[in-house]
């Protein structure tokens, strides 16, 4: 019987062929996004699920209780020391710090490499928490001995050009040498550790960093403490016990730690550590379901459609013997073939634009990861399930067929039924793409406002440039001047960090006019020059920009900061003393800058000082004039390369940093873009499926209308008018949803851009013209035809 | 084998009822072959539905070998049906996405007969029907004459004990029509039981009893006294 279904299922489809295209299209986009969809989720899923001891694996994080929680995935550096000493929670504990795009030279013979590559500064507690095993190493030698490292076998490769390469060294920063004693075996893509250069941790001292010290102080990103706990703890019962440590060592703090421990499972997962954003996980599992249902809409509606066309062959099986459930059967086992079809071209059109989709969400999937059971058991479903939806209801249409007027040629359309559906159907086709075309045009615009509102600073024409730490004022003072008379170079600047790129700032305590209490809520650390305001072109609303000094005696802050206060005039703050970072940083208010935009808009403004604090400065902020930039950048290059031989000259310019704040929006918009895209097309297929139903089934119709007058564009309005009906009525549906859904979505930022009302209209408005396109070759070819020829088809 | 008594079936439309058939009492005893004649509209398509199990009567019995039709459902009409009624039509009503031999072979997969049981019942009934040198064609491939032995053949394989046959040469020449007129009086002189509509006179001479249909009711009843005659 099967063998029966599945052969004249086959000659059912070569004979409909563009019906059967059309399915098969339609349903291998639908395939081919749910295979890429799958093999993005399973990706993300699967992080760090390789270590063997997984579940007793936790991140201590802090929650820091000011005006408002702040979550931080690090604690303050002496955390770690503490927790080993005092409890008996954890068999390991084990600090390391990231530091990014470092410089690394590699000696080789007679010359020197040079790259930039991230690293990782690891206790050797680390490697015995998580399971990142060693190929190979130099004796018992281990990361507790200062200036060593380990390298996985792949950044072996890359540093060195060989296998072999214990007991070789690099230098990192142009500052500490170290020697390679162990390569580890690479290190799974699914993995929260990027980095591929592990550094004892005991040499971080070296580089006079922060979370070196065993220090209450403060919090540093760049630290991680991981924790493998002894076997059935139980964790809430430790967070409650370690609630003594802020007390008993951060008694006078305004900002209130709690230390929580964040399970190895919930890292990647969680938005407010700094994990990925799980509303992209919604997102992803909503478009997938939306093409595959539009794909089995397409189905079903065609297949319906077609259900009087197939009446006789039903009524003829009917007759002989056949119960409904063998048509029900048969014609699902049809479906299958289809979606079997459709399945195979799918997954080759996955693998075809897998680059693009990894380039797109900076990640390596690759055809490799589809051969595993698990794809194959997802196959399996997707296939049966594909196969139910869209064949189930063709199926009970065909399997309720009449077979006495099915033989008779009796049977009419309304006969076959689904009429009803098939509208309900186009319908939900057409709100799904109405949504998604809102949603293109609201992300748009919020990338739009943001990156093109005024931010409060000048971005364009900025290059920002890297100088390496510790310079002194002298050094600095002397590129600044060589640099400025580079024809086309207006001014220039060194700072931590430029407005709109918060990655170097801190924040810290303040305490505000000799206040005997710090205040409540923390300000962010805005380190730069005397020429910070006049390169980015920050305002100054009252007092004046401070004077150079070796020593920070004068301040400027924002506008936010008198509004915190509860200040209303700007001026008040001038003259009074403020002291930040536990009093490290003090000085006389002397300007008060009109607020900017320091992150991006789903942040409101902090309260920001800027002082000029030399020692901390990392790069140079350099406004330049328009036209001729290739040039100046080279000229700049030349001095830059000059003032610090052995390090790499790279530049990067401000709007793009800016820009970078909004790189899950630009996503979301490119997702939105694509899948718009084939949404439509998919469900322009299935229009043009139904168009060639609609068009034969009034052939008859289209030829008595001519003869009695009618032209080619009253013909066209019969087609085009049904539709547009159906189009208003999922306009009707979809406008409140797609309303709903944005401004739930914008309700994430603080500066915001509106809902507007033509967002909708242009939605409606371009189903509706690409829905005409789509009919009208198939209505006009009609209206054109001469009316007896049309009428010769009865 | 066919008992009906006071058999009506009446159609209904939103605004008017069509009495299609009203108070027919009928006997079709084994080996008959009784030809139903009347103007078109007479009912006479209906009956045969009705006798075919293909249709429900409003009301009246019908009884089919022992067994009550009237009031089955469709399942179980279907059920009876299977293996019991070969039907031939006027346009045939082959599957044009099958083969001769897979159409033949439809019903026997419907009582779930083995493969090889099969293949060698739709051989022999082939070789019977002289179209065995057609079994890989497709329908649109043979001409009408063909087609029908194939419609015979597809009737007469499950070895039934009535055949249905609706206007059985409506569609074909008369040297074609006659042919199939032979193999029907052939499978009847070998115990079928066949009941015929036709409105040609010269098919219903085949027959042993005529039944004139008029406006759903039988008018006139009479036996054929020139059975084979034109055999």
């Known amino acids: 019987m099967l063998k029966s279904y599945i052969q004249i299922a086959w000659r059912n489809l070569l004979k409909r062929k563009v019906f059967t295209g059309i399915n098969i299209i339609g349903l291998a986009i639908g395939f081919g996004s749910s295979v890429l969809i799958y093999l993005f989720l399973s990706h993300h899923f699967s992080y760090d699920n390789f270590h063997a001891n997984s579940e007793r694996i936790y991140r201590v994080v802090t929650e820091g209780h000011r005006d408002v929680i702040g979550y931080d995935a690090s604690v303050p550096p002496a955390f770690a020391k503490e927790f080993r000493t005092r409890y008996n929670y954890a068999e390991k504990v084990a600090k390391i710090s990231n530091w990014d795009n470092n410089l690394i030279n590699i000696s080789n013979e007679n010359t020197v490499a040079q790259v930039k590559e991230d690293a990782v500064f690891a206790e050797q507690d680390f490697f015995e928490i998580m399971s990142f095993p060693l190929k190979e190493r130099t004796g018992n030698r281990t990361l507790d001995e200062p200036e060593t490292a380990y390298l996985t076998e792949r950044m072996a490769k890359k540093l060195f050009g060989t296998d072999n390469v214990l007991g070789k060294t690099f230098i990192l920063e142009n500052q500490e040498t170290f020697e390679v004693i162990g390569v580890l075996k690479n290190i799974p893509k699914n993995s929260l550790i990027t980095e591929e250069i592990f550094l004892s941790f005991v040499t971080l001292e070296k580089f006079g960093d922060f979370v070196a010290q065993d220090t209450w102080g403060g919090i540093s990103d760049n630290l991680q403490c991981f924790v493998l706990l002894h076997p059935n703890q139980n964790v809430a019962a430790i967070e409650n016990q370690i609630l003594e440590l802020p007390k008993e060592f951060r008694p006078d703090s305004k900002n209130k730690h709690i230390y929580k421990l964040q399970a190895l499972s919930d890292i990647h997962f969680n938005a407010r550590y700094g994990g990925i954003d799980p509303a992209l996980f919604w997102i992803f599992g909503l478009i997938g379901f939306f093409l595959i249902t539009i794909a089995c809409i397409n189905f079903i509606n065609i297949s319906a459609a077609q259900a009087f066309y197939r009446s006789k062959e039903i009524g003829i099986r009917k007759v002989l013997g056949g119960f409904r459930h063998h048509l029900f059967w048969q014609f699902l086992s049809e479906t299958f073939v289809i979606s079997l079809f459709a399945l195979g071209l799918g997954i080759v059109l996955a693998v075809a634009f897998l680059p693009s989709f990894n380039n797109l969400f900076q990640i390596q999937l690759a055809f490799e990861d589809l051969l595993n059971a698990k794809f194959l058991i997802f196959t399996l479903l997707i296939l049966v399930l594909v196969s139910l939806l869209s064949g189930s209801y063709p199926g009970i249409l065909m399997s309720r067929i009449i077979p006495v007027l099915a033989l008779k040629g009796k049977l009419t359309h309304n006969d076959t039924g689904g009429k009803t559906t098939r509208k309900v159907l186009v319908i939900a086709q057409f709100t799904i793409s109405i949504i998604l075309i809102v949603a293109t045009v609201i992300i748009s615009r919020q990338i739009n406002y943001a990156v093109n509102s005024d931010l409060g600073f000048d971005k364009e024409s900025l290059v920002m440039l890297p100088i390496p730490a510790d310079l002194e004022r002298v050094q600095l003072n002397s590129l600044k001047e060589r640099i400025s008379q580079i024809s086309g170079v207006q001014s220039i600047t060194a700072c931590l960090s430029s407005p709109g790129g918060a990655d170097n700032d801190w924040g810290t305590s303040i305490k505000f006019n000799n206040r005997p209490e710090n205040e409540e809520f923390s300000i962010q650390a805005k380190l730069g020059d005397v020429d910070f305001l006049n390169t980015f072109d920050l305002s100054l609303v009252s007092g004046r920009n401070f004077f150079e000094n070796d020593s920070v005696t004068e301040i400027l802050v924002n506008e936010k900061l008198a509004e915190k206060l509860g200040i209303s005039a700007s001026e008040e703050l001038l003259g009074k003393q403020i002291a930040m970072n536990g009093g490290g940083i003090q000085g006389t208010i002397v300007g008060v800058v009109k607020n900017f935009h320091n992150y991006n808009f789903t942040e409101g403004i902090s309260p920001i000082f800027i002082a000029d604090y030399h020692s901390w400065y990392s790069e140079l902020g350099i406004k330049i004039s328009e036209g001729n930039t290739a040039h100046v950048l080279a000229q700049i290059g030349e001095e830059w390369s000059e003032t610090f031989k052995g390090y790499v000259y790279e530049y990067r310019f401000l709007d793009d940093r800016v820009a970078r704040q909004y790189e899950n929006e630009q996503r979301y918009l490119s997702l939105s873009k694509v899948f718009s895209a084939l949404a439509i097309f998919i469900g322009c297929l299935g229009l043009y499926g139904l168009i060639l139903f609609f068009v034969g089934q009034r052939t008859k119709e289209i030829g008595i209308r001519k003869v009695l007058g009618s032209n080619v564009g009253n013909i066209l309005a019969l087609f085009t008018a049904d539709f547009f009906k159906l189009i208003l009525i999922a306009g009707v549906i979809a406008t409140p949803l797609a309303w709903y859904f944005m401004e739930q979505w914008l309700q994430g930022y603080t500066y915001r851009t509106e809902i507007p009302w033509w967002a909708f209209v242009l939605a409606i408005v371009s189903i509706m013209g690409i829905t005409l396109v789509t009919i009208s070759y198939q209505t006009l070819k009609v209206a054109i035809a001469n009316p007896i020829k049309s009428l010769r088809t009865e | ?231």
């Open chain 2, 1 to 231: 084998m066919i008992t009906i008594q006071n058999l009506k079936k009446s159609f209904r439309t939103e605004e008017v009822e069509t009495l299609a058939l009203n108070s027919v009492n009928l006997k079709v005893e084994d080996g008959e072959f009784v030809a139903i004649m009347g103007p078109s509209g007479c009912g006479k398509s209906t009956l045969l539905n009705i006798i075919g199990m293909l249709d429900n009567p409003t009301e009246g019995n019908y009884n089919f070998a022992g067994n009550e039709v009237s009031g089955l459902k469709e399942s179980q009409r279907t059920q009876l049906r299977k293996g019991n009624l070969g039907f031939v039509f006027q346009s045939f009503n082959l599957i044009d996405e099958l083969t001769v031999f897979e159409n033949v072979e439809l019903p026997l997969i419907y009582l779930k007969m083995n493969k090889s049981e099969r293949k060698q019942k739709v051989r022999a009934v082939l070789e019977r029907m002289k179209i065995a040198h057609r079994e890989k064609h497709f329908p649109q491939q043979l001409s009408g004459g063909q087609q029908q032995r194939v419609a015979i053949s597809r009737a007469v394989v499950t070895n039934p004990k009535l055949i249905l046959a609706d206007e059985p040469t409506g569609n074909l020449d008369s040297k074609n029509g006659i042919e199939v007129m032979n193999l029907l009086t052939e499978l009847n002189q070998e115990g079928t039981t066949i009941v015929m509509v036709t409105h040609s006179d010269r098919d219903s001479h085949y027959a042993h009893r005529v039944i004139n249909l008029f406006d759903g009711q039988i008018v006139t009843e009479s036996q054929n006294r020139a059975i084979g005659a034109m055999v």
